[in-house]
């Protein structure tokens, strides 16, 4: 009886393997595997591990330890009867005295053991991947036929944990490729051989106008135009032929929307084969979406350089200079209006500044950490006049790819300048007063209006008055206007204020035009400075202070390094008695200064059109004019050469970026060029970087 129960228990043992374990996977089959298998082989304990060999930790899968489970079990094998199993990847068998073998395992002792068995399990490249191990309380024997079947428990749990790794691979690899598919810009579109979608991505959903849902088992060929349908099914049978596994879509394709509209698309198609059906997948981009992204880079760049013209404003004097009577008056109402919403106009002559006062306005309210937003009316073509101020929708017209603020939405907050408000389009004043009366803006092509909080300042040069009168302005956008009128004076009436003006345009022409040098304004320069009539006005000093900083070589600034701009209907001096006062060469030098060196500056009245202003860049006559004799000769020709000097200087600079030059001269582009062409000067081009 004894011999066939012997026979019969590896039998035994398998059964119960095989049933404890058939229905389980996973976790819960490391749970039944070592519960079965302590209960076959009549142990205390069972455990199943996985081994961590770069801590020699080994942490177990599933525990059965005196009848239940024990969870989260992890040791270092070292001093344990384990690490001999792991170490020497081979079974190992101790019947009895398993605590005097290792004493320095504590655990043995809380489970009062005295016997161990444990058999390590391998991974595909022969390195152990954990190891299965029974405890008992009582001595134990592992004959060959109980031996093998322990190792084929052990087998057992390689094959499930093998199984279970490979599982997380797969799911690992498929969620990384279902989160590159998904987050991609590029739609993509996964197809059967005959272009039936089997799957597409949100990009793609978002470009058809349907879900992604929707397009599954949608045909391809019927979101494509006949033509673009035909195209893509040549370019796949040539994929077929020249057994090619992807290609480009010459010219892309023009697919149809949802809505019925259509786009076009650069595409790329590719093939695969799975489950041994042939499967196609395809990459669209909208060339649509690309032309706007590049539109918006093109725009966002002419911001960026808005705002660093705006920094250059602000470094370049951001206070009003002057302390005579008439300036005071204007600081003082600037601070009486500026705490207030009221709406503001600031009249005066060209170049008095009124861009200057208007920033004060807006530095001194409560809406100084908002935009500040200038407007210059008169350069904006009538045609974009509506799309500039008011913005636009996407497709209001042709062209608009892309929705847009306007610039008195863009301004949200803040203070829109209006300057040269008297040149505004009688249909954009009608518009404008629209706005002053209900905060509110419609873009062109919107349904709806978008509420804007902004502050308006104005400026304008001429009589708005007249205007009216004349029906040139809007009567009831001016009185809109005019709730408070802000009025500058022309310098001629605060010559006071010339001296401290005149400190200030030299301190930065000498940090830009003079290398860093140090000059001072002499006294008979300041006297003649202050006779003179200045009809350009504030704007007219400083470029007469650009020119004397390029003349000067000593650091001195005297009366012959004046040159005066000549206006018609304004003399170069006041009186003729004072241009006798002045020395000889400077007397010559401003009755001889002709039309071409002239600046645009209004005359002392307002005027129905403003004059063009004066370029910073003090600009010499073109060496053909040089025709005249004397003092006027020698220092027209210095200031030629010097003009020659410092175009080629900027040029180098940059590279021959004539752009770049320009804009660090302060001149344009254009004018650049006409002084190249008239210096016989080659134009260059930009550098290239070398490969």
């Given at each position: 009886m004894r011999s066939a129960a012997v026979q019969s228990r590896p039998e035994a043992?398998?059964?119960?393997?095989?049933?404890?374990?058939?229905?389980?996977?996973?976790?819960?089959?490391?749970?039944?595997?070592?519960?079965?298998?302590?209960?076959?082989?009549?142990?205390?304990?069972?455990?199943?591990?996985?081994?961590?060999?770069?801590?020699?930790?080994?942490?177990?899968?599933?525990?059965?330890?005196?009848?239940?489970?024990?969870?989260?079990?992890?040791?270092?094998?070292?001093?344990?009867?384990?690490?001999?199993?792991?170490?020497?990847?081979?079974?190992?068998?101790?019947?009895?005295?398993?605590?005097?073998?290792?004493?320095?395992?504590?655990?043995?002792t809380a489970f009062n053991a005295v016997s161990y068995a444990g058999v390590p399990f391998f991974r595909s490249d022969g390195t152990v991947l954990g190891h299965l191990s029974a405890l008992d309380t009582k001595y134990l024997e592992l004959p060959s036929d109980l031996e093998s079947v322990f190792r084929i428990f052990a087998d057992r749990a390689a094959a499930e944990f093998n199984r279970l790794r490979a599982e997380s691979t797969i799911r690992e690899s498929e969620q990384r490729f279902s989160g590159l598919f998904e987050s991609a810009m590029d739609s993509i579109i996964e197809t059967d051989d005959q272009f039936r979608i089997q799957r597409a991505n949100s990009s793609a959903a978002s470009l058809f106008g349907f879900t992604a849902a929707e397009l599954v088992n949608r045909k391809l060929t019927a979101l494509l135009t006949p033509a673009s349908a035909r195209k893509l099914g040549n370019v796949a049978d040539d994929l077929d032929s020249q057994s090619r596994q992807f290609a480009w879509v010459p010219g892309g394709?023009?697919?149809?929307?949802?809505?019925?509209?259509?786009?076009a698309a650069e595409a790329s198609i590719s093939r695969f084969d799975m489950h041994?059906?042939?499967?196609?997948?395809?990459?669209?981009?909208?060339?649509?979406?690309?032309?706007?992204a590049e539109n918006r880079l093109r725009e966002l760049e002419q911001e960026t350089a808005y705002l660093l013209s705006?920094?250059?404003?602000?470094?370049?004097g951001g206070e009003i200079v002057g302390n005579s009577q008439p300036i005071r008056a204007v600081v003082n109402a600037v601070c009486q209006v500026a705490p207030t919403p009221a709406t503001v106009l600031i009249t005066g002559e060209t170049g008095t500044g009124k861009e200057l006062v208007a920033r004060a306005i807006h530095q001194r309210s409560e809406r100084?950490?908002?935009?500040?937003?200038?407007?210059?009316?008169?350069?904006?073509?009538?045609?974009?006049?509506?799309?500039?101020?008011?913005?636009?929708?996407?497709?209001?017209?042709?062209?608009?790819?892309?929705?847009?603020?306007?610039?008195?939405?863009?301004?949200?907050?803040?203070?829109?300048?209006?300057?040269?408000?008297?040149?505004?389009?009688?249909v954009l004043q009608a518009r404008l007063l629209r706005v002053l009366e209900e905060p509110e803006v419609r873009r062109l092509g919107a349904l709806r209006p978008r509420p804007v909080d902004i502050r308006l300042v104005a400026a304008t040069n001429r009589d708005l008055a007249a205007e009216v009168q004349r029906g040139a302005f809007r009567k009831d956008l001016f009185f809109r206007l005019t709730g408070f009128t802000l009025h500058v004076p022309p310098l001629r009436h605060r010559p006071a204020d010339i001296a401290p003006l005149a400190a200030r345009f030299l301190k930065t022409s000498a940090g830009m035009l003079g290398a860093g040098r140090t000059l001072q304004l002499s006294a008979p320069a300041l006297a003649r400075l202050e006779q003179h009539p200045w009809p350009g006005n504030?704007?007219?000093?400083?470029?007469?202070?650009?020119?004397?900083?390029?003349?000067?070589?000593?650091?001195?600034?005297?009366?012959?390094?004046?040159?005066?701009?000549?206006i018609e209907g304004h003399s170069a001096a006041p009186v003729e008695s004072a241009a006798a006062r002045v020395p000889e060469p400077v007397a010559r030098v401003q009755h001889a200064t002709p039309p071409s060196m002239a600046a645009a500056a209004a005359t002392p009245t307002p005027s129905p059109s403003p004059s063009p202003s004066l370029s910073p860049l003090p600009i010499a006559p073109p060496p053909s004019s040089l025709n005249g004799g004397g003092a006027e000769t020698g220092v027209r020709a210095e200031m030629a050469a010097i003009e020659q000097r410092r175009i080629t200087e900027a040029l180098e600079r940059f590279g021959g970026?004539?752009?770049?030059?320009?804009?660090?001269?302060?001149?344009?582009?254009?004018?650049?060029?006409?002084?190249?062409?008239?210096?016989?000067?080659?134009?260059?081009?930009?550098?290239?970087?070398q490969a």
């Amino acid at each position: 009886m004894r011999s066939a129960a012997v026979q019969s228990r590896p039998e035994a043992l398998i059964r119960y393997l095989l049933e404890g374990t058939s229905s389980q996977t996973g976790q819960e089959f490391f749970r039944a595997l070592v519960h079965s298998a302590a209960l076959a082989m009549d142990v205390a304990g069972v455990w199943v591990t996985e081994y961590l060999p770069e801590r020699k930790v080994l942490r177990s899968l599933a525990f059965w330890m005196n009848g239940q489970y024990i969870h989260d079990y992890e040791y270092n094998i070292a001093g344990t009867p384990c690490e001999v199993v792991v170490e020497e990847a081979r079974l190992v068998h101790y019947p009895d005295r398993i605590i005097e073998l290792f004493p320095n395992d504590p655990d043995l002792t809380a489970f009062n053991a005295v016997s161990y068995a444990g058999v390590p399990f391998f991974r595909s490249d022969g390195t152990v991947l954990g190891h299965l191990s029974a405890l008992d309380t009582k001595y134990l024997e592992l004959p060959s036929d109980l031996e093998s079947v322990f190792r084929i428990f052990a087998d057992r749990a390689a094959a499930e944990f093998n199984r279970l790794r490979a599982e997380s691979t797969i799911r690992e690899s498929e969620q990384r490729f279902s989160g590159l598919f998904e987050s991609a810009m590029d739609s993509i579109i996964e197809t059967d051989d005959q272009f039936r979608i089997q799957r597409a991505n949100s990009s793609a959903a978002s470009l058809f106008g349907f879900t992604a849902a929707e397009l599954v088992n949608r045909k391809l060929t019927a979101l494509l135009t006949p033509a673009s349908a035909r195209k893509l099914g040549n370019v796949a049978d040539d994929l077929d032929s020249q057994s090619r596994q992807f290609a480009w879509v010459p010219g892309g394709l023009d697919a149809i929307r949802s809505n019925a509209s259509t786009f076009a698309a650069e595409a790329s198609i590719s093939r695969f084969d799975m489950h041994g059906c042939r499967r196609y997948s395809l990459i669209l981009r909208n060339v649509q979406d690309q032309l706007a992204a590049e539109n918006r880079l093109r725009e966002l760049e002419q911001e960026t350089a808005y705002l660093l013209s705006e920094i250059a404003e602000h470094q370049n004097g951001g206070e009003i200079v002057g302390n005579s009577q008439p300036i005071r008056a204007v600081v003082n109402a600037v601070c009486q209006v500026a705490p207030t919403p009221a709406t503001v106009l600031i009249t005066g002559e060209t170049g008095t500044g009124k861009e200057l006062v208007a920033r004060a306005i807006h530095q001194r309210s409560e809406r100084a950490a908002r935009p500040f937003v200038r407007v210059n009316c008169a350069a904006i073509p009538a045609a974009l006049c509506e799309s500039e101020f008011f913005g636009h929708e996407r497709g209001a017209f042709t062209g608009a790819l892309y929705a847009k603020a306007g610039l008195l939405e863009s301004a949200a907050g803040g203070t829109v300048f209006l300057d040269e408000v008297g040149e505004m389009p009688s249909v954009l004043q009608a518009r404008l007063l629209r706005v002053l009366e209900e905060p509110e803006v419609r873009r062109l092509g919107a349904l709806r209006p978008r509420p804007v909080d902004i502050r308006l300042v104005a400026a304008t040069n001429r009589d708005l008055a007249a205007e009216v009168q004349r029906g040139a302005f809007r009567k009831d956008l001016f009185f809109r206007l005019t709730g408070f009128t802000l009025h500058v004076p022309p310098l001629r009436h605060r010559p006071a204020d010339i001296a401290p003006l005149a400190a200030r345009f030299l301190k930065t022409s000498a940090g830009m035009l003079g290398a860093g040098r140090t000059l001072q304004l002499s006294a008979p320069a300041l006297a003649r400075l202050e006779q003179h009539p200045w009809p350009g006005n504030v704007r007219e000093l400083r470029n007469v202070i650009d020119r004397a900083v390029l003349l000067s070589r000593d650091g001195r600034i005297g009366p012959e390094h004046l040159i005066f701009d000549e206006i018609e209907g304004h003399s170069a001096a006041p009186v003729e008695s004072a241009a006798a006062r002045v020395p000889e060469p400077v007397a010559r030098v401003q009755h001889a200064t002709p039309p071409s060196m002239a600046a645009a500056a209004a005359t002392p009245t307002p005027s129905p059109s403003p004059s063009p202003s004066l370029s910073p860049l003090p600009i010499a006559p073109p060496p053909s004019s040089l025709n005249g004799g004397g003092a006027e000769t020698g220092v027209r020709a210095e200031m030629a050469a010097i003009e020659q000097r410092r175009i080629t200087e900027a040029l180098e600079r940059f590279g021959g970026n004539q752009t770049r030059a320009a804009a660090f001269l302060k001149i344009s582009r254009r004018t650049l060029l006409k002084r190249l062409d008239a210096y016989g000067s080659t134009r260059p081009r930009k550098a290239r970087p070398q490969a």
